[in-house]
């Protein structure tokens, strides 16, 4: 009698210890990482490897984003942040048509988006469009926000723009 109230008690109170571990999800909780985590990852390795001027390794690792990333853009099309990293990561490969593409689609979304302006801004610096960059600057300008400071610096030419 003792052993199956003991076992009653274990069936009521503790479901999980007679359950066997689901296949749809860690069994220690933790969460699995998004298609966007390891791109944004990647972006973060990219700039890391651009800092210590490892060129081609910076940009295996901002194709690798871009591949991450658009495996997320598939069923995320209206995140302007997803667009922003896409944008970016093409930016910084040389792509500045697709790059454009990908900024102007998160405007859409997000006019405000201060990420996409800022460096968009900068792309049209690099590609010598002063005044669309103005523009973008003039959409940051009341943001209070380093993205303001940082793409008046490129415009003005006191802080370079490596592309």
Not at 43 to 69: C, D, M, P, R, T
Not at 102 to 126: C, K, Q, S, T
């Amino acid at each position: 009698m003792k052993k199956i109230l003991i076992l009653i008690f274990i069936v009521l109170f503790n479901n999980n210890l007679l359950a066997a571990p689901s296949e749809d999800k860690p069994s220690d909780g933790i969460k699995p990482a998004s298609q966007f985590d390891i791109g944004k990852k990647w972006v973060s390795k990219a700039k890391k490897l651009e800092k210590k001027n490892k060129v081609k390794k910076s940009q295996n690792a901002y194709k690798k984003a871009i591949k991450s990333l658009l495996k997320h853009y598939k069923d995320n099309i209206d995140d302007a942040d997803t667009l922003n990293l896409l944008g970016f990561s093409h930016r910084k490969i040389g792509d500045y048509k697709n790059a454009e593409l990908y900024y102007a689609l998160g405007l859409e979304i997000n006019p405000n988006h201060v990420g996409i302006n800022e460096y968009m801004g900068e792309l049209f610096v690099v590609t010598n469009r002063i005044a669309e960059a103005k523009k973008r600057l003039d959409v940051l300008k009341n943001c209070n926000c380093k993205e303001y400071i940082e793409l008046k610096q490129v415009i003005e030419g006191t802080k370079a723009s490596k592309y």
